[in-house]
């Protein structure tokens, strides 16, 4: 299974805690995620269009699917060994 660029980690991560898994339409800072990020998490499985926004038809309204969750759970605890092998600094 691919593994998420950091751009596709960030936008999917931002969907895990959101009712429905919804996904941004814009970063932290209000701006538009790219485009290209979310059709690459589209086509890799992890996302998937939920609605057609009327307003802005142009916009790509997704949420996280089951396996987006997957690979974002796989990625925690990934995360969280590499914490615990790390060498404390006091």
């Given at each position: 299974m691919a593994k998420p660029?950091?751009?596709q980690i960030r936008y999917?991560?931002?969907g895990i805690s959101q009712p429905g898994g919804k996904l941004p339409?814009?970063?932290d800072e209000g701006q538009e995620i790219d485009?290209?990020?979310i059709?690459?998490?589209v086509k890799a499985g992890w996302a998937e269009p939920w609605f057609a926004n009327p307003l802005k038809p142009d916009w790509l309204?997704?949420?996280l699917t089951d396996q987006g969750r997957?690979?974002?759970d796989r990625l925690a605890v990934s995360e969280a060994k590499g914490k615990e092998k790390?060498?404390?600094v006091d």
């Open positions: 660029s950091t751009s999917l991560r931002r339409l814009f970063d485009v290209r990020t059709r690459a998490c309204v997704c949420r997957a690979v974002m790390s060498p404390s």
